[in-house]
């Protein structure tokens, strides 16, 4: 993951320290590079233009062209920006005053909801909570089934009504059942389209009336790159979700989705899917990612 961009941002780096002394043109050159990296990694053109002008700002400050150790003082610069351009801190998740916690997952077919539902239970279990799941995906019956038999596999209930085409109603009774369990978090899996559509997002908004979550989180595929972007912002202006969830973070991706939403979108990445197991799931650190990326 994210493996270019590591290589890249490594040769800049090398070049940079190579220099006893950096002038504003080793600056301005190494700043291109910078700037054709992210653009080649897919990240929004907006986002890179801002990020380039931000770190020439403090570069070409004196303390970086007249300090003792320019290049450090530079990619110090840069890794904070980058830190920024992640997200910041680490963003968790939300936990109501009443049980349970109500997280509903939203996204396209295919994105990773489900296993994410399963991964997330998993997770909120080992924290010692007592996690519940609905599955509200009435279109692909196999997807009930699919988080009935992960849910078994953790031992975490799931409700869901084989046939029904009511997904509201399954989620009203769904977290009747939640309360009867005592569960102190109920995260609710949702159907998914292959585009957007109005019906979707219709149904989805009559879900967040019924249940009224402290958490919508958004599920996306890390690997369609900025195009994430462009599909946060919708389902963000349709529901105004709380975070966004990147999955197959594991795979070759080239990291615009996980540079460009939190800047364009202004939601925090909070979790990545780093595999298909459902323990591969890890909290989202911009400090971590970004000395992944910078070596
Ligand atoms: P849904 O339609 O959004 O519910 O998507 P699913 O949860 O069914 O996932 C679609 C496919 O992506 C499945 O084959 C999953 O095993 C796979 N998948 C989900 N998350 C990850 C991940 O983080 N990494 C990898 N490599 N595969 C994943």
Redesign the pocket.
């Known amino acids: 993951m994210l493996d270019n961009l590591g290589a890249r941002f490594q040769d800049i780096f090398k070049k940079v320290r190579g220099h006893g002394k950096l002038s504003e043109s080793n600056i301005k050159e190494a700043l291109r590079e910078v700037k054709m990296s992210l653009l080649e990694a897919d990240v929004n053109y907006k986002v890179v233009k801002d990020f380039i002008k931000k770190i020439q700002d403090k570069a070409i400050g004196t303390e970086v062209v007249t300090g003792i150790n320019p290049g450090q003082q530079f990619i110090k610069i840069v890794n904070d920006e980058l830190v920024e351009l992640l997200g910041g801190t680490n963003s968790r998740l939300t936990k109501g005053v009443r049980n349970p916690t109500v997280i509903m997952l939203a ?11 399963a ?1 997330l239970s998993n997770y909120l279990k080992k924290t010692g909570e007592r996690p519940y799941m609905i599955s509200a ?1 009435v279109y ?1 019956p196999a ?1 009930m089934k ?1 988080l009935e038999v992960l849910g078994k596999q953790i031992d975490v209930p799931v409700y869901f009504e084989e046939g029904s085409k009511d997904a509201v109603g399954i989620c009203e009774r769904g977290l009747e059942k939640a309360k009867e369990a005592n569960a102190t978090y109920l995260i609710i ?1 949702t159907a ?1 389209r292959l585009h957007i559509d109005e019906h979707l997002m219709e149904e989805l908004k009559d879900i967040k009336k019924t249940v009224r979550p402290q958490e919508i989180l958004l ?1 996306v ?1 890390a690997m369609i790159g900025q195009d994430a972007v462009n599909l946060a912002e919708s389902f963000n202006n349709a529901l105004n979700i709380d975070g966004v969830i990147l ?5 070759d991706t080239r990291g615009g989705a996980a540079l460009s939403i939190k800047s364009v979108v202004g939601k925090s990445i909070k979790f ?5 197991k459902i323990s ?2 890890e909290l989202f650190h911009p400090e971590r990612i970004a000395s992944r990326i910078l070596g």
Do not use: I, P, S, Y
Request: charge should be negative; proline fraction near 0%.
């Open positions: 996204g396209l077919q295919g994105a990773g909801k489900t296993t994410f539902a991964k995906d692909r997807a699919q899996d998914g599920v595929d999955t197959k973070f594991d795979g990545v899917g780093t595999g298909e591969d799931l």
